[in-house]
Structure formats: structure tokens, C-alpha cells
């Protein structure tokens, strides 16, 4: 059985910066594209970054772009969400995804709070 699990959700101040990090383990066969959702209270989940296979190909959200970056390390079967200028719109749950074995997996979720 595969599982993702989300980690390093905090509270922190506008402007400041947060490093997620996202652990796939289990018996892994494959895994391929990789990202990360949000939902704030009261909205619907959104897309916020995605990253391929390889690492080389990523993609952003308008609305973080230039401020975080997600990146992956394949050997340790984890990716990573660095956020930095923190805003009080980014308070969401933050949900980590993944193809894994051919079929898509969710985490948990983490809670990011931006807050003074």
C-alpha cells in the first residue's frame, strides 16, 4: 500500500517562508508527475505547482509564481514546496499528489496558516 504523507505545515508571518515537504513510501513501482493542491476555507481546491518525472518540467499558479518553488529528489521518493513572502491568501491545507504505480494518490494534507 502507497502512501503520501505531508509535512512541515506551520504558522508563520506575512512575508515569512515555509518548506513542505511530501514522502512517497510503500511498494513503489513507478511514480511520475508529482504536485501540489491547496484549499483555503470556503473555496474549492486549487492547483498550485507540478513537477514532472524527471524534475525539468514544472508549472505554477499565477497567483505563487516567483515566489515558490517545488522541486523533487527521486531517490528519496519526495518533493518539496519551498514558499517564501508568505501572504495571508496563501492560509490554506496544502494537499501533496502524485502518480504512483499508474494511479493518482493524494496525502493527507498540511496546514499553512499566514497570519500576524
Known amino acids: 500500500q502507497v502512501q503520501l504523507v505531508e509535512s512541515g505545515g506551520d504558522l508563520v508571518q506575512p512575508g515569512g517562508s515555509l518548506r513542505l515537504s511530501c514522502a512517497a513510501s510503500?511498494?513503489?513501482?513507478?511514480?511520475?508527475?508529482m504536485g501540489w493542491f491547496r484549499q483555503a476555507p470556503g473555496k474549492a481546491r486549487e492547483s498550485v505547482a507540478f513537477i514532472n518525472r524527471s524534475g525539468g518540467g514544472t508549472n505554477y499558479a499565477d497567483s505563487v509564481k516567483g515566489r515558490f518553488t517545488i522541486s523533487r529528489d527521486n531517490a528519496k521518493n519526495t518533493i518539496y514546496l519551498q514558499m517564501s513572502s508568505l501572504k495571508p491568501e496563501d492560509t490554506a491545507v496544502y494537499y501533496c499528489y502524485a502518480n504512483v504505480n499508474g494511479r493518482t494518490t493524494w496525502g493527507q494534507g498540511t496546514q499553512v496558516t499566514v497570519s500576524s
Open positions: 510503500g511498494t513503489i513501482i513507478s511514480i511520475s508527475g
